[in-house]
């Protein structure tokens, strides 16, 4: 019965549990203490010394109130898309009220309602590692409760049963328990637990899925910093995040890893084109000349450009690591001419933007490993080879924001910018204009990093005025901001200039762990930049935003707990790689490849064995003839052996019931011979409903038997009388005997067959 | 016994959880969120789980209804079931067992629950009901039935297996000293001397002394007169005797009764009565018989003791009134010196007898029995 007293700490556990979670996925510390630390004030309250519940008044008071509360805040203050947050919350506080009631069926079962919405609530509101976990525990805890739950409801109901009025008083309630109990309970609840899990990932894996998972790759690419366009407006705070998003090893042309003199740049998406209206730097597409590829299964580079590569310059390698980021994206160190890939991927190449994208959908997941073969300063031939006429330089810039104009001219008579090709240079001599692009640049580039403008990831003060263009707002208001309006700014600027130029997002490697070798790229290491047009077919990056105050954010946000994310991180990137990426291309996949390789078994199996059964057709000469004796004799033994191993269990199992355990074997195996009948006669009775209850010894049997049925009594009655001079007075059965014995057996069974 | 039917429902819980799951799947699907979709896998999972772990529980249960003992009217009847667990490894929790198809006048007083039967574990749960008639009874069917793990899917296993219960009639307390008054006097043939030596107080016979003899027992005027030494014997002192006579010699239907009144519960007190008269002559150490008359039921002997109490309350117990009723019947004068008591449904009928003896009707029970103080106490 000891059992019975976990039930209430788990299931006190249980709502715990649900409360930690729905907290979790709301991010929300506060919630979480401030919650658990009523509900562990409930425990005490109601379990403790003097076990106290709330009246059920003031429970439906409380309750009222934080109705109201609960509508008045999502009337007035909550907009639509936070309905789901808000009823956790009710939710939430609900439960801890419910906390405080009486401990009944009717209030346990609420109780686990509530906990069981929070949780869905909490799976409507986040996919991430930690909520999962806590969700798997809730789940795994949940079964063993529900369990216990059963058996205690149970007793409940036949306790109360018995409580009958003042004139008949039922004797009480005496619970009936095998031996073991307790280890019998735990190991058929772990045993449930584990079935349960392992056939939810079978349904996980099966179930039917329509495309790919929101839950997976745009959710993990959300949260990672990268984006794909700039919205100036967004107003929203860069990732702060430490989370490991993959890593960098940078090889020299010898292919030994080494820290590059300046930070990596990694680019991802390329900006051409700005949105006045919207404020918003996108994407031009130009999908005319992408070439699609696919790499070879053993890492081998295939390279991106047509022709043979100029590669005097010496080559570096970058291989990228994926870790917890499921991207299509391959981010490029500038710029790529090589690529190789851990499995095969189709790949598609930009050679307009010198992007990398993965393509294909035969595979299962997106978090791979990747190697580029780059020049740091690629040569012009190089540069032709691999984009050839894709983006030609254009002569037709400007940007859509006239007022910028005077502001930039003024910038570029701060930069003291001196030495430079005038534009009168340039169209005298087209040749200039590369190095005056560049010069440019670097000088309006210099003047933002000059200390003018803060570096701050922490927008909350930027205010931008109805109508104003924020990159405005940027330069001569606020004059703080991050990474993405540097860029703008510098992009603005240039293009107002006449200046080709493009914005570039994607990450920064700063980080170098001297004791792997290699650099790692973490969430908040996402970074916008300029690339400007210093070449017929080459483009200069050129960033604004100061280095030392990237790293400086970047080791302000350095904690103790750096040192264990490895353990965290790489549970994080299992769960991100292998449940949340899971869509219907990993699906297909995977059914693709089970499919092959199930029938390659098969195959290998059936071939196998015809393998061996042509050599022993060979070896002793067989023929057809002889396969089917070959057969046959197999068959022969397989049948042999297993009715030894029935007359074996058979034997045991009268020696059993003719109480043979103390006697030498050889004796035991001899009566269990002769008295094998009784073991028939009692397979007989029990089967026509006489089964012999163990107290009784076998005449008692018979007496009950003859209450029923005299026929049967007395024929069972002949056989006892026989079993007994056979087992106890070392009658040896003759062949009469024996025939006897047969007889008295069929008369019990017609008796049994008459009587149904 | 083996079960001959297994059946499984789906509770309300169960109906409550499928439609969740359904919600979830619909969810799951509507918004492709992968935890959504494992959170439906497993909830999908535990509800198989369920039914498969149920199911495989009861798969080699066997249950036997112990055969119940004599009931009576107004007490409570424990029935008591054994368990088997043919199985070598799994365990069977939560088993509930409960009669079907009872008969109107039992009911169920308290469910039969065993917490656990383990593996080749034999265990014994005890049902209790109440009897609200006397008779003959049957208990035709009983089912074993589980909703472990979770509650969602009752699993139940039947066993056609039939036992029959006798169930005595309702013994009132009566008032202690009515017997007593009624055979005081000797003529009705209360106490009386028996013709066997012992150590009772009336004189029996006078013999030789033998050593040993107790002082107090010589017959000293005897001594005086003889010079020889002899003993007093005394007779064996015998109990009061008592025979109650059941007259239900007139059909129910002939019996006169009050408006509204129901001439079988009439008969019924008077049954009553008759158990709760023998029963206070039990109580009281006295000898008793019982004799009905209008039906083919034998007389039963003067005796005493516990056999014979249940003998009388069993041939009351089967007490079949639908029977035809022998109008002419009628005591026999007899030898046996006992007080007689007449126990009529609805009027005293002086005729039944020649015999002398204290007649009473049915509608005496309340007035008989010990008056019950407002708390329920006697």
Same mark, same amino acid.
């Given at each position: 019965?000891?059992?019975?007293?976990?039930?209430?700490?788990?299931?006190?556990?249980?709502?715990?549990?649900?409360?930690?979670?729905?907290?979790?996925?709301?991010?929300?510390?506060?919630?979480?203490?401030?919650?658990?630390?009523?509900?562990?004030?409930?425990?005490?309250?109601?379990?403790?010394?003097?076990?106290?519940?709330?009246?059920?008044?003031?429970?439906?008071?409380?309750?009222?109130?934080?109705?109201?509360?609960?509508?008045?805040?999502?009337?007035?203050?909550?907009?639509?898309?936070?309905?789901?947050?808000?009823?956790?919350?009710?939710?939430?506080?609900?439960?801890?009220?419910?906390?405080?009631?009486?401990?009944?069926?009717?209030?346990?079962?609420?109780?686990?309602?509530?906990?069981?919405?929070?949780?869905?609530?909490?799976?409507?509101?986040?996919?991430?590692?930690?909520?999962?976990?806590?969700?798997?525990?809730?789940?795994?805890?949940?079964?063993?409760?529900?369990?216990?739950?059963?058996?205690?409801?149970?007793?409940?109901?036949?306790?109360?049963?018995?409580?009958?009025?003042?004139?008949?008083?039922?004797?009480?309630?005496?619970?009936?328990?095998?031996?073991?109990?307790?280890?019998?309970?735990?190991?058929?609840?772990?045993?449930?637990?584990?079935?349960?899990?392992?056939?939810?990932?079978?349904?996980?894996?099966?179930?039917?899925?329509?495309?790919?998972?929101?839950?997976?790759?745009?959710?993990?690419?959300?949260?990672?910093?990268?984006?794909?366009?700039?919205?100036?407006?967004?107003?929203?705070?860069?990732?702060?995040?430490?989370?490991?998003?993959?890593?960098?090893?940078?090889?020299?042309?010898?292919?030994?890893?080494?820290?590059?003199?300046?930070?990596?740049?990694?680019?991802?998406?390329?900006?051409?084109?700005?949105?006045?209206?919207?404020?918003?730097?996108?994407?031009?597409?130009?999908?005319?000349?992408?070439?699609?590829?696919?790499?070879?299964?053993?890492?081998?580079?295939?390279?991106?450009?047509?022709?043979?590569?100029?590669?005097?310059?010496?080559?570096?390698?970058?291989?990228?690591?994926?870790?917890?980021?499921?991207?299509?994206?391959?981010?490029?160190?500038?710029?790529?001419?090589?690529?190789?890939?851990?499995?095969?991927?189709?790949?598609?190449?930009?050679?307009?933007?010198?992007?990398?994208?993965?393509?294909?959908?035969?595979?299962?997941?997106?978090?791979?490993?990747?190697?580029?073969?780059?020049?740091?300063?690629?040569?012009?031939?190089?540069?032709?080879?691999?984009?050839?006429?894709?983006?030609?330089?254009?002569?037709?810039?400007?940007?859509?924001?006239?007022?910028?104009?005077?502001?930039?001219?003024?910038?570029?008579?701060?930069?003291?910018?001196?030495?430079?090709?005038?534009?009168?240079?340039?169209?005298?001599?087209?040749?200039?204009?590369?190095?005056?692009?560049?010069?440019?640049?670097?000088?309006?580039?210099?003047?933002?990093?000059?200390?003018?403008?803060?570096?701050?990831?922490?927008?909350?003060?930027?205010?931008?005025?109805?109508?104003?263009?924020?990159?405005?707002?940027?330069?001569?208001?606020?004059?703080?901001?991050?990474?993405?309006?540097?860029?703008?700014?510098?992009?603005?600027?240039?293009?107002?200039?006449?200046?080709?130029?493009?914005?570039?997002?994607?990450?920064?490697?700063?980080?170098?762990?001297?004791?792997?070798?290699?650099?790692?790229?973490?969430?908040?290491?996402?970074?916008?930049?300029?690339?400007?047009?210093?070449?017929?077919?080459?483009?200069?990056?050129?960033?604004?935003?100061?280095?030392?105050?990237?790293?400086?954010?970047?080791?302000?946000?350095?904690?103790?707990?750096?040192?264990?994310?490895?353990?965290?991180?790489?549970?994080?990137?299992?769960?991100?790689?292998?449940?949340?990426?899971?869509?219907?291309?990993?699906?297909?996949?995977?059914?693709?490849?089970?499919?092959?390789?199930?029938?390659?078994?098969?195959?290998?199996?059936?071939?196998?064995?015809?393998?061996?059964?042509?050599? =022993?057709?060979? %070896?002793?000469?067989?023929?057809? !003839?002889?396969? /089917?004796? *070959?057969? #046959?004799? +197999? &068959?022969?033994?397989?049948?042999?052996?297993?009715?030894?191993?029935?007359?074996?269990?058979?034997?045991?199992?009268?020696?059993?019931?003719?109480?043979?355990?103390? =006697?030498?074997? %050889?004796?035991?195996?001899?009566? !269990?011979?002769? /008295?094998? *009948?009784? #073991?028939? +006669? &009692?397979?007989?009775?029990?089967?026509?409903?006489?089964?012999?209850?163990?107290?009784?010894?076998?005449?008692?049997?018979?007496?009950?038997?003859?209450?029923?049925?005299?026929?049967?009594?007395?024929?069972?009655?002949?056989?006892?009388?026989?079993?007994?001079?056979?087992?106890?007075?070392?009658?040896?059965?003759?062949?009469?005997?024996?025939?006897?014995?047969?007889?008295?057996?069929?008369?019990?069974?017609?008796?049994?067959?008459?009587?149904? | 016994?083996?079960?001959?039917?297994?059946?499984?429902?789906?509770?309300?819980?169960?109906?409550?959880?499928?439609?969740?799951?359904?919600?979830?799947?619909?969810?799951?699907?509507?918004?492709?969120?992968?935890?959504?979709?494992?959170?439906?896998?497993?909830?999908?999972?535990?509800?198989?789980?369920?039914?498969?772990?149920?199911?495989?529980?009861?798969?080699?249960?066997?249950?036997?209804?112990?055969?119940?003992?004599?009931?009576?009217?107004?007490?409570?009847?424990?029935?008591?079931?054994?368990?088997?667990?043919?199985?070598?490894?799994?365990?069977?929790?939560?088993?509930?067992?409960?009669?079907?198809?009872?008969?109107?006048?039992?009911?169920?007083?308290?469910?039969?629950?065993?917490?656990?039967?383990?593996?080749?574990?034999?265990?014994?749960?005890?049902?209790?009901?109440?009897?609200?008639?006397?008779?003959?009874?049957?208990?035709?069917?009983?089912?074993?039935?589980?909703?472990?793990?979770?509650?969602?899917?009752?699993?139940?296993?039947?066993?056609?297996?039939?036992?029959?219960?006798?169930?005595?009639?309702?013994?009132?307390?009566?008032?202690?000293?009515?017997?007593?008054?009624?055979?005081?006097?000797?003529?009705?043939?209360?106490?009386?001397?028996?013709?066997?030596?012992?150590?009772?107080?009336?004189?029996?016979?006078?013999?030789?002394?033998?050593?040993?003899?107790?002082?107090?027992?010589?017959?000293?005027?005897?001594?005086?007169?003889?010079?020889?030494?002899?003993?007093?014997?005394?007779?064996?002192?015998?109990?009061?005797?008592?025979?109650?006579?059941?007259?239900?010699?007139?059909?129910?239907?002939?019996?006169?009764?009050?408006?509204?009144?129901?001439?079988?519960?009439?008969?019924?007190?008077?049954?009553?009565?008759?158990?709760?008269?023998?029963?206070?002559?039990?109580?009281?150490?006295?000898?008793?018989?019982?004799?009905?008359?209008?039906?083919?039921?034998?007389?039963?002997?003067?005796?005493?003791?516990?056999?014979?109490?249940?003998?009388?309350?069993?041939?009351?117990?089967?007490?079949?009134?639908?029977?035809?009723?022998?109008?002419?019947?009628?005591?026999?004068?007899?030898?046996?010196?006992?007080?007689?008591?007449?126990?009529?449904?609805?009027?005293?009928?002086?005729?039944?007898?020649?015999?002398?003896?204290?007649?009473?009707?049915?509608?005496?029970?309340?007035?008989?029995?010990?008056?019950?103080?407002?708390?329920?106490?006697?």
């Amino acid at each position: 019965m000891n059992l019975l007293r976990q039930h209430r700490i788990s299931a006190f556990l249980l709502l715990l549990l649900a409360m930690a979670a729905f907290a979790t996925s709301q991010k929300d510390l506060v919630l979480l203490m401030s919650s658990g630390a009523i509900a562990v004030l409930s425990w005490y309250v109601t379990e403790g010394p003097r076990g106290r519940s709330l009246p059920e008044v003031a429970s439906n008071i409380l309750i009222l109130g934080l109705l109201f509360w609960t509508l008045a805040e999502f009337l007035t203050d909550i907009e639509l898309a936070d309905a789901t947050s808000v009823l956790g919350r009710f939710l939430l506080w609900l439960l801890v009220i419910k906390l405080f009631s009486r401990r009944t069926a009717y209030e346990e079962r609420q109780r686990f309602t509530l906990a069981a919405m929070l949780v869905v609530c909490g799976c409507l509101e986040t996919v991430e590692f930690v909520f999962a976990a806590l969700v798997f525990a809730f789940i795994a805890l949940g079964i063993w409760t529900a369990m216990l739950w059963r058996l205690q409801s149970s007793l409940d109901a036949a306790r109360a049963s018995r409580k009958g009025d003042g004139a008949f008083l039922p004797p009480p309630l005496e619970v009936a328990v095998g031996r073991r109990l307790l280890p019998q309970f735990r190991r058929l609840a772990l045993l449930s637990i584990v079935v349960i899990f392992a056939g939810s990932v079978v349904g996980f894996a099966a179930f039917p899925r329509f495309g790919e998972s929101r839950g997976g790759r745009s959710q993990s690419d959300a949260v990672s910093g990268f984006n794909d366009r700039i919205d100036l407006l967004a107003n929203a705070r860069i990732n702060e995040s430490r989370r490991e998003l993959f890593t960098v090893v940078w090889k020299d042309p010898t292919g030994t890893p080494e820290q590059s003199k300046r930070p990596i740049y990694l680019r991802g998406a390329v900006l051409d084109r700005y949105d006045p209206v919207t404020h918003r730097w996108e994407a031009l597409r130009t999908s005319n000349a992408i070439r699609a590829m696919r790499t070879p299964t053993d890492a081998k580079f295939v390279a991106l450009g047509p022709g043979v590569p100029d590669t005097t310059g010496g080559v570096w390698t970058a291989e990228i690591a994926m870790r917890s980021l499921a991207t299509s994206v391959l981010f490029t160190v500038y710029a790529p001419f090589a690529v190789a890939t851990d499995e095969s991927y189709s790949v598609a190449f930009d050679p307009a933007t010198l992007l990398l994208r993965d393509v294909g959908t035969d595979h299962v997941s997106r978090y791979w490993w990747y190697a580029l073969r780059v020049q740091p300063q690629p040569s012009p031939q190089m540069m032709e080879t691999l984009q050839g006429s894709t983006n030609p330089p254009r002569s037709d810039i400007s940007f859509p924001v006239p007022a910028l104009k005077p502001i930039a001219e003024r910038i570029l008579s701060q930069a003291f910018v001196t030495g430079i090709p005038t534009a009168e240079d340039v169209r005298a001599d087209p040749s200039l204009r590369w190095m005056r692009n560049r010069e440019i640049a670097r000088a309006v580039a210099s003047w933002m990093r000059g200390g003018r403008f803060r570096y701050t990831t922490d927008l909350t003060a930027f205010e931008i005025a109805d109508g104003e263009e924020p990159i405005i707002a940027f330069l001569e208001r606020n004059q703080f901001g991050h990474c993405e309006y540097f860029a703008s700014a510098l992009g603005g600027i240039l293009r107002t200039l006449g200046i080709e130029s493009r914005l570039v997002t994607g990450f920064v490697a700063l980080e170098y762990d001297a004791s792997t070798s290699q650099y790692i790229v973490r969430e908040s290491h996402a970074h916008a930049w300029v690339e400007v047009r210093t070449g017929e077919h080459q483009w200069t990056a050129i960033d604004p935003t100061p280095e030392e105050s990237l790293m400086q954010i970047s080791e302000r946000n350095r904690a103790f707990s750096d040192n264990f994310r490895w353990i965290y991180d790489r549970l994080e990137f299992l769960w991100n790689s292998q449940v949340l990426a899971y869509d219907s291309a990993a699906q297909a996949t995977i059914a693709d490849r089970m499919q092959s390789k199930w029938w390659k078994s098969v195959q290998e199996s059936y071939d196998a064995v015809r393998v061996q059964m042509r050599a =022993l057709v060979e %070896q002793y000469s067989l023929g057809r !003839a002889g396969m /089917v004796w *070959f057969v #046959a004799i +197999a &068959l022969a033994i397989s049948a042999a052996v297993a009715a030894w191993l029935f007359a074996r269990r058979r034997l045991r199992h009268t020696q059993r019931i003719a109480g043979l355990a103390g =006697l030498p074997p %050889q004796e035991a195996r001899r009566i !269990a011979r002769e /008295v094998s *009948f009784f #073991a028939d +006669a &009692l397979d007989m009775l029990e089967d026509a409903g006489f089964p012999k209850p163990a107290p009784l010894t076998p005449r008692q049997h018979v007496a009950a038997i003859t209450l029923h049925d005299a026929n049967a009594g007395g024929a069972f009655a002949r056989l006892v009388e026989r079993f007994y001079r056979v087992r106890y007075g070392g009658l040896a059965q003759s062949i009469s005997d024996r025939e006897e014995t047969r007889d008295e057996l069929l008369r019990l069974k017609s008796a049994l067959s008459r009587r149904r | 016994m083996q079960a001959t039917r297994r059946r499984t429902n789906f509770g309300t819980a169960g109906l409550l959880y499928c439609l969740t799951v359904v919600v979830v799947a619909l969810a799951s699907v509507n918004r492709p969120n992968n935890l959504l979709v494992w959170i439906f896998s497993a909830m999908l999972i535990a509800l198989l789980v369920s039914g498969v772990v149920s199911g495989v529980m009861l798969l080699r249960l066997r249950a036997h209804r112990i055969e119940p003992r004599r009931a009576r009217v107004g007490e409570v009847l424990v029935v008591r079931y054994e368990i088997r667990n043919l199985s070598r490894f799994v365990p069977a929790f939560d088993l509930h067992i409960e009669e079907r198809k009872l008969p109107p006048s039992i009911v169920n007083a308290g469910e039969a629950w065993m917490l656990h039967c383990g593996p080749g574990d034999t265990v014994h749960a005890e049902g209790v009901f109440r009897a609200s008639k006397r008779g003959l009874f049957r208990f035709p069917t009983f089912e074993v039935w589980s909703s472990f793990p979770f509650g969602l899917l009752r699993k139940r296993l039947i066993f056609e297996r039939a036992s029959e219960v006798l169930v005595e009639p309702e013994i009132i307390p009566l008032q202690p000293t009515l017997l007593s008054r009624l055979a005081r006097g000797g003529l009705m043939g209360g106490v009386r001397a028996s013709v066997e030596v012992g150590g009772g107080e009336d004189f029996f016979g006078v013999r030789e002394y033998r050593a040993g003899d107790s002082i107090r027992s010589i017959a000293w005027k005897r001594l005086a007169g003889t010079d020889q030494l002899a003993t007093i014997e005394r007779s064996r002192a015998v109990p009061p005797r008592v025979r109650i006579v059941l007259d239900l010699r007139r059909a129910t239907s002939d019996l006169r009764v009050a408006e509204g009144v129901d001439p079988r519960a009439l008969e019924e007190d008077a049954i009553t009565l008759a158990a709760s008269l023998m029963a206070l002559a039990d109580r009281q150490g006295d000898e008793f018989g019982l004799t009905i008359l209008g039906l083919d039921v034998a007389a039963i002997p003067l005796r005493r003791g516990h056999f014979h109490r249940a003998k009388v309350l069993a041939a009351l117990a089967a007490l079949d009134l639908d029977q035809p009723r022998d109008a002419s019947a009628t005591l026999r004068e007899s030898a046996e010196r006992a007080t007689v008591l007449f126990v009529h449904p609805d009027r005293a009928d002086t005729s039944i007898s020649p015999a002398v003896g204290w007649n009473f009707t049915a509608a005496q029970l309340s007035s008989l029995r010990i008056p019950v103080a407002r708390g329920g106490e006697t």
